[in-house]
């Protein structure tokens, strides 16, 4: 049976003050307490180590759970690592073979195919509860806009649209031609310049990343959840990670296709 850690934090405590009052009890007693004077002693011993022993006990256990916590989070980082090598090494043959291929229209075939393979991969390495990850293609125009692209993740499509010249479209544009990123724990409570709350967006923490190409804007990756906190900056790097992929395998074979860019 476990014992939760105050209880058993009372019991080790109570031990050790009643075998130190037993000490100095047998002790006092043994002086005068003629044939039960070796009972005493022994008792004065016995409760003397059990004082000794406690804490040592106490100390002994704590080591190991230190030990076993290390060996958990050991473990728990080599698994996550296997996770994303599993999620990242289909990406990167496939960026591969983008690059390997003579053939433009399966270039392009390839190329498409490898948009559903980084959104998945985000939203299911993505701790939160009901992750989505979306790509929103720029296209070109007066005003230029970010449109939703395809999505993978929880079933809600997203359907908004970031158009130049409003607050929520200059600001992302202004993000991409940064190379920044953009995320907020809780969006309802802390939301980044020109974004709504939750009650448009139905998420209630995301992250928004540039997909660029060395100069080249092809759009942004964004990656929100359900929960407050469910996408935390701590994914930053893995998501940049993604979006980073994902625009190589967009601009492969893209300059005689006319992909619409961004014009700084």
Known sequence: MRIPPRRRLYITTTVGVASVALVAISGAEAGDAGPWKPWWIALGVVMSVVGAAVPGYEQIRKERQRKTAEQAS?????????TINDALDPIVR?????????NRQERGNLREATVPMVLGSAAQLIKGRRVRACLF?????????????????RADAPVTVFTEGTAEGDS??????????????DVDRDPPEGW?????????????VPV?????????????????GGVSRSDVPFVRLLAGLLADALAYGTNDEGLLRLVR
Do not use: C, W
Request: proline share 4%.
């Open 212 to 228: 660029v190409a060395g100069q080249t804007p092809y759009g942004m990756l964004t990656v929100d959840a359900m929960n407050v």
């Open 94 to 102: 496939q960026l591969g073979r983008i690059a390997t291929t003579t």
């Open 196 to 208: 709504h709350g939750s009650a448009e967006h139905g998420y209630r923490s995301f992250l928004a």
């Open 137 to 153: 293609r720029l296209e070109d125009g007066s005003p230029k806009k970010l449109v939703p692209a395809q999505y993978a993740g």
């Open 172 to 185: 992302v544009f202004a993000m991409i031609q940064r190379n920044e990123h953009a995320h907020s724990d």
């Open 74 to 82: 050991i473990d728990a980082a080599v698994e996550m690592r296997v």
